[in-house]
């Protein structure tokens, strides 16, 4: 069985750009959330998706967005970036609630 | 808001010891998940524990479910190089509507000397 699969691995953006990243999760498992992984803060939640809704939200601000499609598939957008936002963002799917998360590699983005 | 305090920060050991972290919380929680994590890597999944009191093993890990149900352990026994990594304790936070997603310890990163 594929594990989460994350692309692309490495990003490089400038100030001011929008950004998208895509995340495949484990075959059969319907929640994805996102996570932003700083050397500062962390790992700290984002957003779970379950059956094409955004379920629950964590504390950052509207300029990080997410959807998830049909197939379970989802991908997060992050507009107007800041270089605050370089992190590692991470994908984690579970069957049914987020409790049992499998992760995947994740996306560094940097922001210059 | 939930938050875990995960103790020690890092840890310098000897192949072939054992080692012991910990994780503690103010508030109670109902799921304890252990990860390792390694450069370049995402968490991957070590250990679940649901239960107060639970002790779980995998392999040479081992887990437990503290009774107050603040708290969660793992143990390490007789480490190995590829033992090294950064181990986070995490559970799920609520806040009425069910899983609002995890909630992760700063870790614990355990180095391994020759």
Not at chain 1, 22 to 39: A, D, F, K, M
Request: proline letters at 4%; aromatic letters at 12%.
């Amino acid at each position: 069985k594929a594990g989460v699969t994350q692309t692309p691995r490495y990003l490089i953006k400038t100030r001011g750009q929008q950004v998208t990243l895509s995340c495949s999760p484990i075959s059969g498992h319907r929640s994805v959330s996102w996570y932003q992984q700083t050397p500062g803060q962390g790992l700290q939640f984002l957003f779970e998706y379950f059956s094409e809704t955004q379920r629950n939200k964590g504390n950052f601000p509207g300029r990080f967005s997410g959807r998830q499609f049909s197939n379970s598939r989802s991908e997060m957008n992050v507009s107007t970036l800041e270089l605050g936002d370089s992190a590692l963002y991470l994908c984690a799917s579970s069957q049914m609630d987020n409790t049992e998360a499998f992760f995947g590699q994740g996306t560094r983005l940097t922001v210059v | 808001g939930q938050q875990l305090n995960q103790s020690p920060q890092s840890m310098f050991i000897q192949e072939g010891e054992d080692v012991s972290m910990n994780c503690t919380s103010s508030s109670i929680f109902n799921t304890w998940l252990w990860y390792k994590q390694e450069p370049g890597e995402g968490p991957v999944l070590l250990i679940a524990l649901y239960k107060a009191g639970e002790l779980t093993s995998n392999g040479r890990l081992t887990a437990q479910f503290g009774i107050t149900r603040k708290d969660s352990f793992l143990n390490i026994s007789a480490s190995i190089p590829s033992d090294v990594g950064i181990y986070f304790c995490a559970g799920p936070m609520y806040s009425g509507g069910g899983a609002d997603g995890l909630t992760f310890g700063k870790g614990t990163h355990l180095i391994i000397q020759p």
